[in-house]
């Protein structure tokens, strides 16, 4: 039923569009089995102002696919040419996750040093901003609002409420300072114009290359447009099919995995600046001495750091990994004198009125995650902390659950499990070791896509994949370039660091 309605609705759309097309918008784009027939846009590409051997455009595209008579917003779009022209393959669309995180950025300055050479030969790399990012209508909000977030770990029902409250004037702020956009940047709406920029691109079929959340944005592209995919690899998958309870739990569990691991790795590392010291009880303690204020920010005395200041740091070194500078890191904490003096908060420089804050837009519109009250609330931190004692949680996800509460119910891309039914083989990896997206979770999509996708694992550490080695570089290479896929049940051994 849920292909049809979706493909009813996009048709839909399309055929109004094409009724009330305007010079320089694109058509919308059709259901995954229509057809388009409405005159497509073109992108005047121009040297990138921040390096001109990239080429950056726009795209103008609906607001709300479902009204595209409506407003509309610039998609921001950036380009590296395929290095061989004869040789190319087409056009690999990537997105590098967040949600937040700028494609145009990716194309512009990180993607020559990201792919390999091969890559760089065969195909155009084409990064854009998903709406709600970067230069594609960011989300702003109220710096000074932002300033006065409340604690993501209400103790009562009142400090809920106070919670529910806060996230309701910040969503109405942001709104405000955002415009239409803000109703409407899901991972859903960003297919939709994924699929408007393939046409505008001139190709018939795209290549897709997504990490962390846009490992979501491909999962969904698959779902609603398969027939119009050549080759994507997903890396460090996002299972949207679980709920709040789980969601937070894998998390949590995954989180402390990567603290055995960082311990493991300090025990064998000489290097380590805790070695031959007991790491978890060097680290349980400063998590101590932080709930007495006793910890300070190295690079600001006057700043006291709480608990879940030092597992955030941690949780973001998990990502390289980059344990060399976590041990040095806490091996200064550690050696903190409890008499140092205990200051102030730092004092704010000034600062613009409006910052960029896309998260929560993304995130609240595609989780139907709401907690209603303080007593569903207050059993999902006992639960995290039973699942990771030493990290008490995981920091970001905890934080991104608590910013839901007290937004509307309804949801624009709720939860569902993937039904991908016309898309050719996709290639997944996922660390074994993920400090964000749990292994569990690559494994739960894969068995939904069962015949569609191929997982490869790597029994390594951190949340980037595609880099971490010969195997994982290869096996992503191979695939684009010549759609040979590994052996189903093989996995790629841990880098030397790991």
Request: net charge neutral; with cysteine; hydrophobic share 35%.
């Amino acid at each position: 039923m849920r292909p049809l309605i979706r493909a009813l609705t996009a048709a839909l759309a399309a055929g109004l569009l094409a009724g009330v097309s305007t010079p320089g918008m694109a058509a919308a784009p059709s259901g995954p089995h229509g057809t388009d027939t409405a005159p497509r846009q073109t992108i005047d590409w121009k040297p990138c102002a921040q390096d001109g051997t990239a080429e950056c455009g726009t795209l103008r595209l609906p607001v709300d696919w479902a009204r595209p008579s409506g407003g509309t917003f610039d998609l921001a779009v950036a380009r590296r040419k395929a290095t061989d022209p004869d040789r190319r393959v087409g056009a690999l669309l990537v997105n590098p996750g967040g949600p937040g995180d700028s494609g145009v950025d990716f194309a512009i300055t990180r993607a020559k040093s990201h792919f390999s050479k091969a890559v760089q030969e065969r195909f155009d790399i084409v990064g854009f901003d998903p709406r709600g990012v970067g230069g594609s209508s960011p989300v702003k909000c109220s710096t000074e609002l932002l300033g006065r977030r409340p604690s993501a770990y209400p103790r009562d029902q009142a400090e809920f409420d106070r919670l529910a409250e806060y996230n309701r004037a910040l969503r109405e702020d942001c709104r405000r300072h955002t415009g239409p956009v803000f109703d409407h940047a899901d991972t859903l709406s960003v297919v939709r114009d994924m699929d408007a920029l393939r046409g505008a691109l001139g190709e018939e079929k795209i290549n897709y290359f997504g990490h962390s959340y846009g490992t979501l944005i491909g999962e969904q592209y698959a779902e609603e447009y398969g027939d119009r995919i050549r080759s994507m690899a997903l890396t460090a998958n996002i299972d949207h099919s679980i709920g709040t309870r789980e969601f937070l739990l894998s998390s949590a569990t995954t989180a402390e995995d990567s603290f055995h691991q960082f311990v493991k790795w300090c025990e064998r590392t000489g290097s380590c600046a805790l070695h031959g010291r007991d790491v978890t009880a060097v680290w349980d303690g400063l998590l101590e001495r932080a709930d007495r204020g006793e910890i300070h920010d190295p690079e600001t005395p006057a700043r006291t750091l709480t608990a879940n200041d030092i597992t955030l740091f941690a949780f973001k070194a998990f990502y390289g990994p980059d344990w060399t500078e976590l041990a040095t890191y806490l091996a200064g904490l550690d050696a903190q004198k409890p008499t140092q003096r205990r200051g102030s908060e730092r004092s704010r420089q000034a600062e613009p009125q409006t910052k960029a804050e896309p998260f929560h837009a993304v995130f609240c519109q595609d989780w139907r995650i709401r907690p209603k009250d303080h007593r569903e609330f207050a059993g999902l931190p006992r639960a995290e902390l039973q699942a990771a004692p030493h990290m008490r949680g995981s920091p970001r996800v905890h934080a991104a659950v608590a910013g839901c509460v007290g937004w509307p119910d309804e949801v624009n891309n709720p939860q569902h499990r993937l039904r991908i039914t016309e898309a050719p083989r996709i290639l997944m990896l996922h660390s074994r070791h993920d400090p964000a997206n749990n292994f569990a979770w690559a494994a739960q999509v894969h068995r939904q896509t069962r015949g569609t996708t191929v997982l490869l694992p790597y029994e390594g550490a951190g949340h980037s994949v595609y880099g971490r080695g010969d195997c994982t570089r290869g096996a992503v290479d191979d695939y684009l370039t010549e759609l040979r896929l590994p052996i189903s049940g093989t996995s790629c051994a841990p880098a030397g660091t790991d």
